[in-house]
């Protein structure tokens, strides 16, 4: 289990939020892995959250949220969630996000998806139940140019 939020990747480059025919385990694995972050649970966990990281202050994000089943299986998709970079500083000298806004939420037996919005310049986390699925991908449908936006997750037993 990961109690400590962890990175699971880097996104630096757009990608359209994916068609009904785009998630398939080949297409989603074919993203780059600057298109995308995968957070695989690890044994045991129930629950999770995310986190998300930004140079600047009113740095603006959209992110598509996917999970399957297996490594092998379609994706569906969660969540859209709108971010918005904060002032309160992570150790790397970027800033947290502060703010998320949740829309398009789907996500079986959890509905709507737990969300925590903090605002006022605390650190913005998004948190759900695994529902035993085993991937989740989080991909940019909006970036903030020239930017890189980190992706860290925390498990809940």
Do not use: C
Request: charged share 20%; no cysteine; aromatic share 10%.
């Amino acid at each position: 289990m990961i109690p400590e939020f962890t990175n699971v990747g880097n996104i630096t480059v757009i990608q359209a939020a994916l068609g009904v025919t785009e998630r398939d385990y080949a297409s989603v694995e074919s993203l780059l892995s600057t298109q995308k972050a995968v957070y695989t649970p690890t044994d045991g966990a129930k629950e999770a959250e995310v986190r998300f990281i930004t140079p600047a202050d009113a740095d603006a994000w959209v992110i598509e949220m996917y999970a399957a089943k297996t490594a092998y299986d379609h994706y569906t998709r969660m969540a859209t969630l709108t971010l918005t970079g904060g002032t309160q500083v992570h150790s790397s000298g970027k800033v947290f996000i502060d703010y998320i806004g949740a829309s398009s939420e789907s996500w079986l037996g959890n509905l709507p998806v737990a969300e925590e919005i903090s605002g006022m310049e605390k650190i913005g986390r998004y948190h759900w139940k695994l529902n035993r699925y085993n991937r989740f991908l989080f991909i940019a449908s909006t970036i903030q140019a020239g930017k890189r936006l980190e992706v860290e997750v925390a498990e809940i037993d």
